[in-house]
T-cell receptor, first 114, second 116 residues
Framework: AQSVTQLGSHVSVSEGALVLLRCNYSSSVPPYLFWYVQYPNQGLQLLLKYTTGATLVKGINGFEAEFKKSETSFHLTKPSAHMSDAAEYFCAVSDTGGYQKVTFGTGTKLQVIP | DAGVIQSPRHEVTEMGQEVTLRCKPISGHNSLFWYRQTMMRGLELLIYFNNNVPIDDSGMPEDRFSAKMPNASFSTLKIQPSEPRDSAVYFC??????????????FGSGTRLTVV
């Protein structure tokens, strides 16, 4: 069974500082990996995804993530935090065949301090 | 495209009443998922459909919960009778499976259900 572990349910950064949200996955087959963002009272929005090819993936709003197979990690980064980045972020994994059921992590709430 | 459309956005009902949540997936998507989100349990997959057929309903918590997808453009999640512990935000998501590239899910804005 596949799963993801997000380290830290809450992360606080200063405006302009580096954002690093950690995600480790477990999958018996090569995975698809995703990061979603959820703003208050809204649904989840896809930030970026890794399927195949380049391991450094760029997403919306200046976020990027790197797939590291040796470390089974898919950490999300942004060089400079903005107040509008305050939200909850979910890492997710799916297998590459069948019904591609997606399993979500427990989420990390990002607080940006002015 | 208008995205995944859920209705109502908010629902307040009394314990014991029937509740029906509705979802219209993105046109052309062939798979639909119902999730429940609570502070305690996070995001839970309740059921998903592929080509209007229920594939896995193992996440449906009890027989009080049922879901249907009568056609490619509409799905319902029904709770009968409702209980206070059903209070949560219910999300619908859709995607296309079986294509060369998997784009992930597109989520609706959710229905916030409060059972009093």
């Amino acid at each position: 069974a596949q799963s993801v572990t997000q380290l830290g349910s809450h992360v606080s950064v200063s405006e302009g500082a580096l954002v690093l949200l950690r995600c480790n996955y477990s999958s018996s087959v090569p995975p698809y990996l995703f990061w979603y963002v959820q703003y208050p009272n809204q649904g989840l929005q896809l930030l970026l995804k890794y399927t195949t090819g380049a391991t450094l993936v760029k997403g919306i709003n200046g976020f990027e993530a790197e797939f590291k197979k040796s470390e089974t990690s898919f950490h999300l980064t942004k060089p400079s935090a903005h107040m509008s980045d305050a939200a909850e972020y979910f890492c997710a994994v799916s297998d590459t065949g069948g019904y591609q059921k997606v399993t979500f992590g427990t989420g990390t709430k990002l607080q940006v301090i002015p | 495209d208008a995205g995944v459309i859920q209705s109502p956005r908010h629902e307040v009902t009394e314990m014991g009443q029937e509740v029906t949540l509705r979802c219209k997936p993105i046109s052309g998507h062939n798979s639909l998922f119902w999730y429940r989100q609570t502070m305690m349990r996070g995001l839970e997959l309740l059921i998903y459909f592929n080509n209007n057929v229920p594939i896995d309903d193992s996440g449906m918590p009890e027989d009080r919960f049922s879901a249907k997808m009568p056609n490619a453009s509409f799905s319902t999640l029904k709770i009968q009778p409702s209980e206070p512990r059903d209070s949560a935000v219910y999300f619908c998501a859709s995607t296309s499976l079986g294509t060369a590239v998997f784009y992930g899910y597109t989520f609706g804005s959710g229905t916030r259900l409060t059972v009093v």
